[in-house]
C-alpha cells in the first residue's frame, strides 16, 4: 500500500457544531450562507470550537494541525471584551484514570487580530490561529480553540465556522 502525505490539507467546521456556555443562538441561513447568530445581550459567553481531524497512535502520522482560520462578524456595536482565545488539549486515558485538559500557550494570533482590541471591534473577520509548533494529533488527545466574548446590550456576533488546515500522513 502507498504512502501518503498531504501538506495542504483543510477541514470545514460548520458553526453548528461549535459549542456555547450562555446565551441564545439562532441557526440562520441567509443568500445561501449558513451562520450562527447570538442574540444581542449584555452577557459574557465561552464558545468551544473542536479541531476534529483524525489522530493515530504511530510516531507523526495521522492528522498535524498548523493553523485554524474563524469567520465572524460583530454587528450594532463592539463586544466589550475578547481578551481570549486558546487552544486547550484533552486527554483521553484508559479505562479508571481522569480525563485531564490543559492549555496550550504555543499559538499567534494574525496581525489584524493579535489584541483584544482588534476582535472585539464591529465587521467582518477572518482570525487565523496558528499553531508555534505544529501539533501531531496522537489517538488519545482531543484539541479546541476556546473563545471568552462578553458582549454589549446591542452586540451581534455571527459565526460562519472555521477551516483546520492540517497535514496528513499515513
Known amino acids: 500500500m502507498g504512502y501518503t502525505h498531504n501538506t495542504a490539507m483543510s477541514q470545514f467546521l460548520s458553526p453548528f457544531q461549535f459549542g456555547f456556555s450562555a446565551g441564545t ?13 447570538r442574540t444581542a445581550a449584555a452577557a459574557a459567553n465561552t464558545i468551544f470550537i473542536p479541531l476534529e481531524v483524525q489522530g493515530n497512535s504511530a510516531y507523526r502520522e495521522g492528522s498535524m494541525i498548523f493553523s485554524v482560520d474563524i469567520w465572524y462578524t ?3 456595536a463592539d463586544l466589550t471584551d475578547f481578551a481570549t482565545v486558546t487552544l486547550e488539549q484533552v486527554t483521553l486515558p484508559g479505562d479508571a484514570v ?3 485538559g490543559a492549555n496550550n500557550t504555543g499559538i499567534t494570533l494574525d496581525a ?14 477572518k482570525m487565523t490561529v496558528t499553531i508555534t509548533t ?7 488527545t482531543a484539541y ?3 473563545l471568552i466574548i462578553s458582549a454589549a446590550a446591542s452586540s451581534v456576533l455571527t459565526l460562519y465556522g472555521a ?8
Open 25 to 37: 443562538w439562532t441557526p440562520t441561513i441567509t443568500s445561501d450562507v449558513i451562520a450562527n447568530v
Open 74 to 76: 460583530i454587528g450594532t
Open 98 to 100: 481522569a480525563v485531564t
Open 112 to 125: 489584524t487580530h493579535n489584541t483584544a482590541a482588534l476582535r472585539k471591534a464591529q465587521g467582518q473577520h
Open 134 to 140: 505544529p501539533i501531531w494529533v496522537p489517538k488519545t
Open 144 to 146: 479546541y480553540i476556546q
Open 163 to 170: 477551516q483546520i488546515n492540517f497535514v496528513e500522513r499515513n
